[in-house]
């Protein structure tokens, strides 16, 4: 009798460790990316041309990046997007006096027609983009005015050579744009890869059916082995954002990459539970108002701050979340990336403060010393889109109503819109900076008063020097240190734009989708060397 | 006949020129430029030596009169050029868009005669009784609704009662029939029984008129069996009218699913026409309302052959 | 208490009913014959009521922003529910068919009548008059319609007057080629070559002669037309291409975020849609009714 429990006690122990075992195996298993698979992601916009250098849309990153490496990269599971690693570069240097960065390439990669990449591939890249010749464009040039030469001195080291320091170049060439092409094509015809793809990254060119499909299957040779987990993906080009959301809740479609609104998300959590992976974060993106300085009243300072002090931007933040896609009150950088304001420094600026009554009152007086009248009407120009333009629209207007003004909006077709800024015909517009990295000296040029995109037409020596200034830092604290002085010079002391509130992006994905992590930039991460489905 | 009809041939010419020239000023009339657009994207500046590079590029910067006569002589060679927002020829861009529409227009024009003729038969025959008035008012409902309201709750439906979404890519018609009618079918749907709300209400007045006409009540008192009487009189003269309808519909549903196809997903020649314009990609708007306006003068002539073919009265004009 | 025979019914009827008795009498027939169109007109005469008083008859202001109510579902305090700013569905329904008829009558008033001038002249000239004038209208009609629209509303911009335009302007040709066969008939007639001959000017023919005759189809076209433009309006707006926020409009309050909306807070998407299908259900059965009472043969339209 002893005998038989005793055995059957034993046989119930080792099963129960087995089982134990086997559960926390496979729940590692879990996390071990699975091989296999087809990545169907829907993308709201096509892309023009092929060409990333000549380009600005996500509609060109999402379908096509997979195709293509660049020198740098960001981290992909850095949920700031800002720290950047080697992507064909696999270690650099950078000189004391910030002036030479050199780079070591990996050896062996190979394009996908068999040829290997070496550093002429990538100086005649980066000399397409950094000087382009005659009749090519270059839509990121300026950011590069302090790159002086680029050296490729042999086959695996290329060199950049600057004028002047400016510590933020490493980021700056982790830029999802800067794919590189091949020298030989690149010296044959500079236009060839409008139309035409030919890269060294994880997947290769299938097809591109116009107005329906992109498809890329994997990469055998690829350089980085064991990658990518995917057999393929399909972008499909889907308009309608109702028939992205239907999608991916019926199972057509696993991510969209860009965003959803907080209404869309709610509605796949409610419709497919833990089917779906929620991944939210603030948004590089932000709609301010630009006021025209040449058109009275907005020449006056106290005007703008009036402006400013009358938005109500917590409550906005807490209402305008539940609907569009505006969350966060943030200063001149993302929040939770290295450059963002402290909350401390945040309350301090015009309208930032948290007792609205006070900075209305306040808004009230400036006017009246202003000699704008109670009653007082103008016209705001916004852009013709759903989100987040038009219910930001209705919230400035509502909130400028709070202080008296009558503001009549008018709606301009989003095609006509930049024409419009441009030529200066507007009082008081809404515009936007959205960036494809978290850096100031990339999100911020446009606010230096000599700048193309300068749209309010603000003259103001001051900001920028300060700019300069932060740019040119090598030291962290200092930059830091500039950098909130442009900030309260901008939207404090001069209130030369009004922030509203920035974008939040809110990416919904069937569960399946692993390996992808959100940034707060929709131009990152789109490579999908580290993505895999699991079963 | 011939004479009427050559005449009519004719006539189609000044149209197609007239068409021509306005579309050509008329969207050159409206502010924006294709070259703005494509280099000011998201983050809105560049440099102006750019932006006249790329204009002299597509030939903006010249005369206007200029660039229609080059577009005039590419157009005599059938050559539409390419569009100037992705560079590639218009023939490409526009193959597949106009197959999926004009396939949902058949089907439509389909859904549309099957349910107007016998409805509207009905209706006539049965005049001021409820069963016309359950007619009218089911006829002028598919009007009187909003196309996209009716999208819109067709793809609810099919989502939250079937857990189900139409396919999303087109197949052709020929490469899998049953991929291919699983996603045209509801849009031809939708349209089809908005576009049988006139032709319903057509085919019940062209019936009533005719069913007073001599020569059915002549037919009727020689003791003709009734249905003969209505399918080989009756029907012959009745399907004038309704066919001008579905000509003139026919044409329109080319091109002017806009938000049809929006609502359901169709990579179709109204999305890419509002594209088009959106992007200021002037050779393709131009090439689009060619093709469009092209279809439409070319169904009304045929439309004028079928009239002179089916009435005799109209041969010796 | 005499009794009333028919005899001497007509007997009284006989005696020159005055123009007023006969337009109640053709009233209350209509009514009793064909009672699909008197409803009809009953709720297109509502709709004008709703539009003139507004004011009085909105419960809130149509943009006043309330973020404490947002999303409400129709309840006591607001009849139809709230949409995502927290304003009043049913103050802006109400406003909103203030923004449907004006457009709708603009634009029908305009095309029907610019088409009907355009038409009549066509039939009654003649010659090269007709030729061209019909090549142009050819060319209008080939036009497709979306482009017009969104070529015009990008020209001129969005205002409520540019929208009437961008919806009149494809009205015209459809309407000047119904006019124009009307009027055809009149022109074949002797009788006003008869006038002619006898040194009657131009404009004294027109409209002593041919007015009278499209007086019909004129009629019935403007209520297909107002049908028609309530739709355009609704579905220029849902491009974007319409009316613009905050002012309240069917089409506009069906786009955005009631697309978004659209199973959490099905009230903000319904109710507009309803208005609209109610307001061209309306005008259609009352324009449907007109034609079978006015004149059965135009069944071109």
């Not at chain 1, 030291?475 to 404090?492: G, N, P, V």
């Not at chain 1, 509130?501 to 940034?519: E, F, N």
């Not at chain 3, 459809?174 to 009149?186: G, K, P």
Request: glycine share 6%; with cysteine; proline share 6%.
């Amino acid at each position: 009798m002893r005998h038989r429990s005793r055995w059957s006690v034993c046989t119930l122990v080792v099963l129960a460790l087995a089982l134990t075992f086997a559960w926390t195996v496979s729940g590692v298993a879990q996390d071990k990316p699975r091989y296999g698979g087809v990545l169907t992601f829907v993308v709201p916009s096509e892309p023009p041309s092929y060409d990333a250098h000549q380009e600005e849309t996500f509609g060109l990153i999402h379908p096509t990046a997979p195709h293509y490496n660049t020198l740098m990269r960001v981290d992909p599971f850095d949920k700031t997007g800002t720290k950047p690693v080697g992507d064909l570069a696999e270690s650099w240097t950078i000189s004391k006096d910030g002036l030479v960065y050199t780079f070591k390439l990996r050896k062996g990669v190979k394009f996908h027609d068999g040829g290997e990449m070496t550093s002429k591939d990538v100086k005649a890249s980066y000399d397409k983009i950094i000087f382009p010749p005659a009749g090519i464009k270059s839509l990121r040039k300026d950011s590069y005015d302090a790159v002086e030469v680029v050296e490729a001195p042999d086959p695996y080291t290329i060199r950049f050579r600057l004028k002047w320091p400016e510590p933020s170049l490493l980021l700056n060439l982790a830029s999802p744009w800067n794919w590189i092409y091949k020298a030989d094509i690149l010296a044959k015809d500079m236009h060839w890869y409008e139309t035409h793809i030919m890269g060294t990254g994880p997947f290769l060119f299938v097809e591109h059916i116009k107005g329906s499909e992109w498809v890329g299957k994997k990469n055998p040779n690829y350089w980085d082995k064991g990658k990518p987990y995917l057999d393929g993906y399909r972008a499909l080009f889907v308009s309608s954002s109702a028939q992205q959301v239907a999608a991916i809740r019926a199972g057509r479609a696993h991510i969209q990459f860009r965003s959803f609104s907080p209404p869309e998300r709610d509605q796949l959590v409610q419709a497919l539970g833990d089917k779906v992976t929620v991944q939210e974060s603030p948004w590089d993106c932000l709609n301010f108002v630009s006021m025209h300085h040449e058109k009275k009243p907005f020449d006056d300072k106290r005007v703008r701050r009036a402006l400013s002090l009358a938005l109500d931007r917590y409550e906005g933040s807490k209402n305008l979340s539940k609907i569009t896609l505006v969350k966060d009150v943030a200063g001149v950088q993302v929040p939770g990336t290295p450059w963002a304001t402290p909350p401390a420094e945040l309350e301090k600026l015009a309208g930032y403060g948290h007792d609205i009554n006070a900075n209305r009152a306040e808004a009230r007086r400036l006017l009246r010393e202003a000699g704008v009248p109670d009653g007082f009407s103008f016209t705001f120009k916004n852009r013709g889109i759903p989100h987040p333009y038009e219910p930001l629209g209705i919230w400035l207007i509502d909130q400028w109503r709070q202080i008296g003004l009558n503001v009549k909006q008018e709606v301009i077709e989003a095609s006509a819109y930049h024409p419009m800024l441009k030529r200066g015909d507007f009082e008081v517009a809404m515009d936007f900076q959205c960036g494809f990295i978290v850096e100031p000296d990339l999100d911020l040029p446009r606010f230096v008063s000599n700048s193309d995109a300068n749209y309010g037409k603000h003259k103001d020596k001051v900001i920028d020097e300060l700019f300069q200034k932060q740019s040119r830092a090598l030291d962290l604290e200092e930059r830091r240190k500039y950098l909130r002085a442009f900030e309260k010079r901008l939207l404090d002391e001069e209130a030369h734009v009004i922030y509203t509130l920035q974008w939040h992006r809110i990416v919904v994905h069937s569960a399946k989708v692993k390996g992808w992590t959100i940034t707060p930039s929709h131009y990152l991460n789109n490579q999908l060397d580290t993505v895999w489905l699991s079963e | 006949m011939w004479k009427y009809l050559l005449k009519r041939f004719l006539l189609m010419v000044p149209t197609l020129i007239g068409v021509a020239v306005l579309t050509f000023f008329l969207i050159r009339v409206i502010p924006g430029d294709v070259v703005e657009l494509r280099l000011a994207g998201d983050r809105g500046a560049v440099s102006d030596d750019v932006l006249k590079q790329e204009r002299a590029r597509f030939g903006l910067d010249q005369p206007v009169w200029k660039q229609f006569g080059v577009w005039m002589v590419g157009i005599a060679r059938l050559d539409f050029g390419t569009s100037m927002w992705t560079g590639s020829p218009i023939w490409d861009e526009i193959k597949l868009r106009f197959a999926l529409s004009l396939q949902v227009a058949i089907m439509a024009t389909i859904v549309a005669v099957l349910l107007a003729v016998p409805l509207g038969l009905l209706a006539a025959l049965k005049q001021d009784s409820w069963v016309d008035y359950t007619v009218r008012i089911f006829s002028i409902a598919g009007l009187a609704c909003p196309s996209f309201w009716l999208g819109i709750l067709f793809i609810l439906t099919f989502l939250i009662v079937f857990k189900w979404l139409p396919p999303m890519v087109y197949t052709p018609f020929w490469v899998s029939p049953w991929q291919n009618l699983q996603q045209l079918i509801w849009p031809a749907l939708a349209v089809g029984y908005r576009y049988s709300a006139v032709a319903t209400r057509m085919t019940r007045s062209a019936m009533l008129e005719v069913l007073r006409e001599d020569y059915v009540r002549t037919a009727r008192a020689k003791g003709l069996v009734h249905r003969l009487i209505l399918t080989r009189h009756a029907l012959k003269n009745a399907m004038l009218p309704v066919l001008t309808v579905i000509a003139l519909e026919f044409a329109f549903l080319i091109g002017g699913l806009v938000v049809t196809e929006q609502v359901f997903n169709l990579n179709g020649i109204g999305l890419l026409f509002v594209q088009a314009v959106a992007h200021r990609d002037y050779t393709l708007i131009q090439a689009l309302v060619m093709l469009v306006a092209g279809i439409f003068i070319f169904v009304n002539f045929a439309m004028d052959v079928m009239y002179a073919w089916l009435d005799p009265r109209i041969r010796y004009r | 208490m005499a009794i009333t025979t028919p005899i001497d019914h007509a007997a009284g009827a006989a005696s020159e009913p005055t123009p007023s008795a006969r337009w109640w009498a053709a009233v209350r027939d209509f009514a009793r014959h064909r009672t699909l169109g008197a409803v009809g007109a009953v709720v297109v005469l509502l709709m004008i009521v709703v539009a003139v008083f507004s004011g009085p008859l909105a419960p809130y202001d149509p943009v006043a922003v309330d973020f404490g109510a947002m999303l409400a579902k129709p309840n006591a305090a607001h009849w139809l529910g709230t949409d995502a700013f927290g304003r009043d569905v049913l103050s802006r329904l109400i406003y909103g068919s203030r923004t449907a008829l004006l457009v709708g009558f603009g634009s029908a008033l305009v095309g029907a009548t610019l088409g009907a001038v355009l038409g009549v002249g066509s039939a009654y000239f003649g010659g090269l008059v007709d030729l061209y004038l019909q090549r142009l209208m050819d060319i209008f009609l080939s036009f497709p319609l979306i482009i017009l629209a969104l070529a015009l509303v990008a020209i001129l911009g969005n205002s409520i007057p540019n929208l009437i335009m961008a919806i009149t302007v494809p009205m015209i040709p459809r309407a000047a080629l119904v006019i124009r066969s009307s009027a055809l008939t009149i022109r074949e007639m002797p009788y006003v070559d008869a006038a002619r001959a006898a040194g009657f000017g131009h404009l004294r023919i027109i409209m002593r002669h041919m007015l009278p005759n499209v007086a019909a189809p004129y009629l019935i076209m403007l209520t297909a037309f107002l049908s028609q433009a309530i739709l355009a309006e609704a579905s220029l707006s849902f491009l974007g291409l319409g009316v613009q926020e905050p002012t309240p409009a069917w089409g506009l309050m069906l786009r955005g975020a009631a697309v978004d909306f659209a199973e959490a807070a099905p009230w903000m998407a319904l109710f507009p849609g309803l208005a609209i299908s109610l307001a061209v259900f309306a005008f259609n059965l009352f324009g449907d009714s007109l034609r079978d009472a006015l004149d059965p043969k135009l069944r071109t339209l």
